[in-house]
């Protein structure tokens, strides 16, 4: 019995040096990712708000432009193929 109480301190001290160790990694990781992110949000000019009115006018133009051109190929083919009736 005494025997297997030292095995599990032994197991209990290792266990606790893993989770200070994992625990400083963390803290390491934190800290990066901290930095990293503080460094982003200062200087980022292009954001969502930018990116969908980009996008937005993209879309736009492109719409724009596609009737355009229906108009004017309705314009052609009507030029092309409209007859007058004089009947009345």
């Given at each position: ?25 963390m803290a ?42 229906f108009y ?7 030029k092309k ?8």
């Amino acid at each position: 019995m005494d025997n297997m109480n030292k095995t599990t301190d032994e197991n209990v001290d290792e266990l606790r040096q893993r989770l200070d160790h994992m625990k400083k990694m963390m803290a390491e990781r934190r800290l990066i990712q901290e930095d990293g992110s503080s460094r982003n949000k200062g200087n980022g000019f292009i954001d969502g708000s930018l990116l969908g009115f980009v996008f937005g006018t993209a879309l736009f133009v492109i719409i724009a432009v596609s009737v355009y051109a229906f108009y004017n190929l309705y314009n052609a083919v009507a030029k092309k193929f409209w007859t007058i009736h004089d009947e009345l």
